[in-house]
C-alpha cells in the first residue's frame, strides 16, 4: 500500500537555527499537510496546500514557517528560525480531495530545539 | 467550533481483554477517522469511518453519525495494542481539517 514517508525521523538542531523537514506524500493525492503534536499533546493543524498555493493555514503557521513543494514529488515544511517551543512531532499528511477522502499520514519527524 | 471528546481519558487492561473506545462529536461531521499512535510516536491510521461499521481483524468501529458519537472496538487485546487512540473528524466550518480529540491512553499488561 503506498505511503506517505517523511525524512528526518529526528532532528535536533540549536535555537535560532533553520530546519527543513521533508514529506513524499502518496503520488495521486492533490492535498497536502502538516500537522505538529508537542509532546502529551493533542494534534494541531499547521497548514494546508493545494495546487501549488496554500489554501489554509493556522495561528501556529506564523512567518517562521512556509511550505514548498519544489518538485513533483516532495513537500517541505522549512522553520525559519527555531525556537524551543518548535520542539514537536511534525506530521505530513495527504489525500485525494479536501473532503470525503481519509487523511495519510506519515510517521513524522521528532524536531528537538536545544 | 466542532468539539470532539472521547472517553476514557486512560484504561488499563489485561492482555486478552476486550475495550470500549468511545468518540463523541458536537455537530455533524464529513469525515471521521481513527487512529492508533503507537510508543514511538507514529500515527497508524485505523479507521475512515464518517457512517456505518466496520472491521480489521480485532478491531471494529461504528459511527453512528445521526447521534454523533462512533465506537471503536478491541477484542482479545494484546500488548502491542498499547499506546494512544486518537478520533479526529472534519467538518466545512474547521475548512475541513481535522479536528482532533485529546486520545484515550490505552495500557495493555502481559
Known amino acids: 500500500e503506498p505511503e506517505v514517508t517523511q525524512t528526518p525521523s529526528h532532528q535536533v538542531t540549536q535555537m535560532g537555527q533553520e530546519v527543513i523537514l521533508r514529506c513524499v506524500p502518496i503520488s495521486n493525492h492533490l492535498y497536502f499537510y502538516w500537522y505538529r503534536q508537542i509532546l502529551g499533546q493533542k494534534v494541531e493543524f499547521l497548514v494546508s496546500f493545494y495546487n501549488n498555493e496554500i489554501s489554509e493555514k493556522s495561528e501556529i503557521f506564523d512567518d517562521q514557517f512556509s511550505v514548498e513543494r519544489p518538485d513533483g514529488s516532495n513537500f517541505t515544511l522549512k522553520i525559519r528560525s527555531t525556537k524551543l517551543e518548535d520542539s514537536a512531532m511534525y506530521f505530513c499528511?495527504?489525500?485525494?480531495?479536501?473532503?470525503?477522502?481519509?487523511?495519510?499520514f506519515g510517521n513524522g519527524t521528532r524536531l528537538t530545539v536545544t | 467550533g466542532i468539539q470532539v471528546e472521547q472517553s476514557p481519558p486512560d484504561l488499563i487492561l489485561q492482555e486478552g481483554a476486550n475495550s470500549t473506545l468511545r468518540c463523541n462529536f458536537s455537530d455533524s461531521v464529513n469525515n471521521l477517522q481513527w487512529f492508533h499512535q503507537n510508543p514511538w510516536g507514529q500515527l497508524i491510521n485505523l479507521f475512515y469511518i464518517p457512517s456505518g461499521t466496520k472491521q480489521n481483524g480485532r478491531l471494529s468501529a461504528t459511527t453512528v453519525a445521526t447521534e454523533r458519537y462512533s465506537l471503536l472496538y478491541i477484542s482479545s487485546s494484546q500488548t502491542t495494542d498499547s499506546g494512544v487512540y486518537f478520533c479526529a473528524v472534519d467538518h466545512m466550518d474547521s475548512n475541513y481539517q481535522l479536528i482532533w480529540g485529546a486520545g484515550t491512553k490505552l495500557i495493555i499488561k502481559p
Open positions: 499528511a495527504s489525500r485525494t480531495g479536501p473532503y470525503n477522502s481519509p487523511l495519510h
